[in-house]
């Protein structure tokens, strides 16, 4: 039987059914290689070569698929219709090639399909080609670039940014439009206009609205009313005249559906009609996608196969008859800046199967069914058929002149089923019918309404607007959308709040680094230009090689340049950039980086060791003032600089005061004796107005020995740590629920809560803890729950463990999230974990390696032998934080 292989087991499940007990379907679980996260993965000495390795969750999936072309020696390759799935179907070649798996006779080829239905599968396998080698080309281009700027450009973050986590290709770009965004907010000015509106009636009694447009017989600007006093003179002005109807205009309108979705304005409707993210929206449409009810939902494509055009209009004629159906087929075009990726639409692919005919169990996998199946047959009905009625009003002087406007709908056509959702409010003007007026007729003042209005700063963008944005300046492809908004989240760069993206200051300061030091490479036009070269490769026009040259040349000459620079320096740049955020003026004149404290230094960003960024004086030590990262009052405390006096114990003052890190409290002053006196951070869930000398004595007194152990009689203790409340017998902690219970505790609890601990780290280590909800079977096989974690609830699956995303509640976790997640855990590089710990027994056995280095590579397509270089032998690797926070910018579809 010839062994198809695809990536997910969902999708192996359903292609299965489909070819029937003649072929082996398996799942690949996404990427079966990638680079190790260690420097020298990529060496642009030596032709850019690149070293690849198997992930050890891949390893076994790899084995089954080597297995299982022992018994028939054809593989098809059958992964996504994409530059992805290309390097997929090359990855699995290569490494079933060094296996010996695929020999001279193995018949391998190359199938993909649109839609994972019965028609699309069986015409794909009637159609095989070999692995396009551009687009493999295109896809090891990204990745080498996105390797090189991760473990080139973090690490310079780290020494001269304390506190800054990682950079990357796309991911720094998409960061600088948010916080340009938010420094266009923070600077904007409100101005104050006017406008002034009538109640009218017509001689009918009917009433409707009119808005002041001409005044002094002048057309009125929008800034022409600026204040109170002129807005009441044209109130004046209007009741002291007697109006009249001075024209009546009927215009026909139309309006046209929106085009069927791709992959950004399926992300962007779906945020504004249901608030998803957007890593939330491809997760439903990867399910929707693998269960053979969508097509392929990372496109730039907004064409459709013109047997799904007939389809649509079949469908429109049955449910809603002949006068929502246009004489002929609608035709998009793409406008989208370099769309490479031309696929067919995201559609249905049955156009008879409305959401409510398919039993979808998940209600945001229903959700967004429904969504794309009212969005392609609404793409395929007939225009909107409008009448605008604008109505002008004067007084017999033409001194004041008003205006009313309207529209009716005269035939809804596609607005019956689907309207596009908007960004931007509604007007006035939208769907307001007006009464019947005749041109001559008096018009009744019945009320005049002033209105105060002020100017609005832009909006900060949403994931969907963000998406837009990133779309129109041609940064980013359908494939990566989704895990670059998400990456710079992760990253804590930027925050989201009640669906608009803020920006933390750590998300601040990268940015203003890599402007001043990287400019280019944060430039929208050339990560722009970027990408049609990348594009070109993909077309087969350009040599992905010769890309990597032109951009190392010079970005490894920016990364030389910056390692002379003194941290004292950067520093002093940054508060340069950022100091109208940070040092906003006063409205007094006065200095705004003058110490409020000493009032003889001046405020400047610092950084601490502990990696975070705070305002300090330039007197210190001598004076001590600190405050958050930040404008001044941002996390404002009504706490004075002194500190706030609590009250006095045993002769010493104690104070409530805030510090870079929070409100904490202190026992006495700092002197030269005493350069640190006694203090203790206020619990997060302590509220500072609520502070007294009790409270802050109780505070102060930590750690609070609870008694000695009976079992060594050594002291068993209560305390407040980074982690939390907490009891510790030697070098074991165990974690408190509450804070009170740090004074409360007695040894008896003490001594069982340690035991528990030990007992998980002990012989009890293998036991597991109780999940928080069991999902069910993995398709693979293997149960698969919530679990507890000390860093939050993790979904459990054999050995692999995946963190639920912060904005996902354990209850909420449904069995086809939980897969999605371990299976794009299982598919990645292995983790930087897993491949932290083998570092040292290879450092131990150079030997082995070389033997291993020595093994014929297989012919690829554009990448060299895996033998690895004298340059990169000589590379020291990074650290394990270095392999955590390199980033790709590439989404791999799993």
Not at 292 to 301: A, C, S
Not at 370 to 377: E, V
Not at 508 to 526: C, G, K, P, Q, S
Not at 638 to 644: F, L, R, S, V
Request: aromatic residues 6%.
């Amino acid at each position: 039987m010839p062994v198809v292989v695809v990536e997910s087991p969902a999708k192996a499940k359903t292609i299965n059914k489909y070819l029937g007990s003649d072929y082996t379907v398996l799942a690949s679980y996404g990427h079966v290689r990638d680079l190790p996260p260690k420097d020298g993965s990529v060496d642009p000495d030596h032709d850019f070569d690149m070293q690849w390795e198997i992930a050890s969750d891949s390893k076994k999936h790899v084995k089954a698929i080597a297995d299982a072309l022992k018994s028939d020696p054809s593989l098809i390759l059958a992964t996504d219709p994409d530059r992805e799935g290309e390097a997929i179907s090359w990855h699995l070649q290569e490494a079933l090639t060094a296996r010996k798996a695929i020999k001279k006779d193995t018949a391998v080829s190359r199938v993909t399909f649109n839609a994972i239905t019965k028609a699309a599968v069986t015409e794909a396998m009637k159609n095989p080609r070999q692995v396009d080698a551009p687009l493999v080309e295109a896809y090891l281009a990204r990745r080498a670039l996105d390797y090189l700027v991760g473990f080139n450009l973090s690490p310079v973050l780290w020494r001269k940014l304390p506190g800054a986590k990682s950079a990357g290709r796309v991911q720094s770009v998409c960061l600088r439009l948010i916080v340009e965004r938010e420094m266009e907010i923070e600077a904007f000015r409100a101005q104050e206009y006017w406008s002034v509106a009538a109640q009218l009636a017509t001689p009918r009694g009917q009433t409707f609205e009119a808005r002041l447009v001409t005044l002094g017989g002048k057309k009125l600007e929008k800034f022409d009313l600026g204040d109170k006093t002129s807005a009441d003179m044209a109130v004046s002005a209007i009741e002291k005249r007697d109006l009249s109807i001075k024209s009546v205009e009927a215009k026909p309108g139309t309006r046209n559906p929106a085009p069927p979705f791709m992959t950004s304005t399926l992300q962007q409707e779906a945020s504004r009609k249901f608030g998803f993210g957007a890593r939330a929206t491809m997760s439903a449409a990867q399910r929707l996608y693998e269960a053979g009810l969508i097509t392929y939902m990372r496109t730039d494509g907004i064409d459709m196969a013109p047997e799904a055009v007939m389809q649509a209009r079949d469908a429109i004629k049955a449910k809603y008859g002949e006068e929502y159906l246009p004489n002929s087929p609608r035709m998009y075009k793409n406008k989208a800046k370099n769309a490479q990726e031309a696929h067919e639409c995201v559609r249905p692919t049955d156009m008879t199967l409305s959401a409510d005919k398919l039993k979808i169990s998940d209600p945001d996998q229903r959700k967004l069914y429904d969504l794309i199946y009212k969005r392609t047959i609404a793409s395929q009905m007939a225009a909107a058929r409008l009448e605008r009625t604008e109505v002008n009003i004067a007084s017999a002087d033409g001194q004041v002149g008003l205006r009313a406007t309207g529209q009716v709908v005269l035939f809804d056509g596609f607005i019956k089923i689907y309207e596009e959702g908007r960004d931007d409010a509604l007007t006035d003007d939208d769907d307001k019918r007006l009464p019947q007026v005749a041109e001559g007729e008096p018009a009744e003042k019945r009320g005049i309404t002033p209105e105060q209005h002020f100017t609005q700063p832009p909006p900060r963008y949403t994931e969907a607007t963000l998406v837009k944005r990133m779309e129109e300046l041609g940064i980013g492809r359908p494939s990566t959308y989704a895990s670059i908004v998400t990456t710079i989240q992760d990253r804590e760069y930027v925050r989201k709040d009640k669906n608009r993206l803020i920006p933390e200051d750590k998300g601040r300061l990268v940015t203003a680094f890599l402007e001043n030091y990287f400019r280019r490479y944060v430039e929208y036009d050339f990560t722009a230009d970027l990408e049609e070269q990348l594009d070109s490769v993909s077309a087969g026009d350009a040599q992905y090689k010769e890309v990597l040259a032109r951009f190392w040349r010079d970005f490894s000459a920016a990364i030389s340049e910056t390692s002379e620079l003194r941290i004292t320096d950067v520093l002093e740049k940054i508060n340069e950039v950022l100091e109208p955020h940070l040092f906003p003026p006063n409205e007094d004149g006065t200095d705004p980086r003058l110490c409020p404290n000493c009032h003889k230094g001046r405020l400047s960003m610092r950084t601490a060791r502990s990696g975070g960024a705070f305002i300090g004086c330039s007197n210190y030590p001598e004076c001590r003032y600190t405050r958050p990262f930040g404008p001044p009052g941002a996390e404002e405390s009504n706490i004075p600089a002194e500190g706030k006096l609590l009250g006095h114990d045993q002769g010493d003052p104690i104070t409530l005061r805030d510090g870079r890190f929070g409100p904490y409290v202190q026992r006495g002053d700092v002197t030269e004796e005493i350069p640190k006196p006694p203090r203790a951070s206020l619990p997060k869930t302590w509220d500072i107005e609520a502070m007294d000398l009790e409270k802050a004595l109780r505070l102060l007194s930590l750690p609070r020995e609870v008694g000695k152990h009976p079992e060594d009689g050594e002291p068993v203790e209560a305390g407040i740590g980074r982690y939390g409340p907490f009891v510790k017998h030697g070098r074991l902690y165990a974690n408190l629920k509450e804070v009170d219970e740090v004074f409360e505790i007695g040894m008896n609890r003490a001594v069982e809560l340690l035991a528990q601990k030990a007992a998980s780290r002990g012989a009890g280590r293998g036991a597991a803890a109780k999940p928080l909800k069991e999902l069910g079977e993995h398709p693979d096989g293997g149960a698969i729950a919530v679990m507890p974690g000390r860093y939050g609830p993790y979904v459990k699956w054999e050995k692999v463990n995946a963190t639920l995303p912060k904005d996902v509640e354990p209850e909420a976790v449904t069995l086809d999230q939980a897969v999605e997640l371990v299976n794009e855990k299982a598919a990645k590089k292995g983790g930087g974990r897993k491949k932290a710990a083998p570092k040292k027994a290879a450092a131990k056995k150079p030997a082995a390696k070389k033997t291993a280095a020595k093994k014929p590579a297989a012919k690829s397509t554009g990448a060299k032998s895996t033998t690895k270089t004298a340059a990169a032998k000589k590379a020291p690797a990074k650290t394990s934080a270095a392999a955590k926070t390199a980033e790709t910018d590439e989404a791999g579809d799993s």
